[in-house]
């Protein structure tokens, strides 16, 4: 399994560290401990979003919003996953618990204020790539069951022509989604450079410890950015 970003993307997101933790051998060791976990991240993330009045004005997504304007996308049709999870930590009291992996990087993602996913490395058939989308690449969204082609120029995660997540942060396919059979994954968390230095390595740090603890994992992380490694195997 490999990880690479082109290099538009860094052009496009000047100064931009994408967080990549590969989970080897995955097994839930600790579910009451994810549930704890992303119990007290929603509460963090809905003070948070209540101390600026919206989701979007925070400082941690709002640089999202700017940024996907600057390469011709919406946030009001478009908006990214960190944003929509702390909308959602906003108004319900309770979090959405969907299953233990995808729980896990809710919380990470929710502590943070930082958006963060996941994709089963079994299911990809080629190189994971973050990359512009060509003409030819197809999505299947997780509530249909037809594919469709995308136009040229949405910034992607890709498994060869198959778009993974449109638009970035904003939605993911059905391809390589996480299932409760998935025991090799790759996470990945991004982080635009509005956001402090120290940003991305206290994501790898909850991915590394979080992984081990929870789900007793073979972890390795990297932080990708231009200048540095823009591959991750």
């Avoid at 052009?11 to 119990?39: H, S, T």
């Avoid at 120029?153 to 060869?160: H, I, K, L, M, Q």
């Avoid at 409760?180 to 991305?200: Q, Y």
């Amino acid at each position: 399994m490999r990880f690479r970003i082109e290099d538009e993307i860094f052009k496009a997101f000047p100064g931009i560290r994408v967080v990549a933790a590969y989970a080897e051998n995955l097994k839930v060791k600790d579910p009451g401990g994810i549930r704890d976990e992303l119990a007290g991240a929603w509460q963090h993330a809905g003070e948070e979003g209540a101390r600026y009045g919206n989701p979007q004005s925070h400082p941690n997504i709002k640089p999202w919003g700017e940024s996907m304007k600057a390469v011709g996308v919406s946030r009001k049709n478009f908006p990214s996953s960190i944003e929509a999870l702390v909308r959602r930590a906003m108004k319900a009291p309770e979090p959405v618990a969907i299953s233990p992996v995808v729980d896990f990087y809710n919380a990470v993602s929710l502590w943070n204020i930082a958006p963060a996913g996941a994709y089963d490395a079994d299911d990809l058939a080629h190189d994971l790539t973050l990359r512009f989308s060509c003409a030819g690449d197809t999505f299947e969204s997780m509530d249909s069951d037809e594919s469709i082609r995308l136009p040229a120029g949405e910034v992607s995660y890709t498994d060869g022509s198959t778009v993974i997540t449109r638009h970035f942060v904003w939605k993911q396919s059905k391809h390589a989604l996480i299932t409760g059979k998935s025991r090799n994954i790759l996470f990945v968390s991004e982080i635009l450079s509005a956001l402090p230095h120290e940003a991305a390595e206290k994501v790898r740090g909850d991915f590394a410890s979080g992984l081990a603890r929870y789900f007793g994992a073979d972890v390795r992380t990297a932080v990708l950015g231009e200048g540095t490694a823009k591959e991750f195997e």
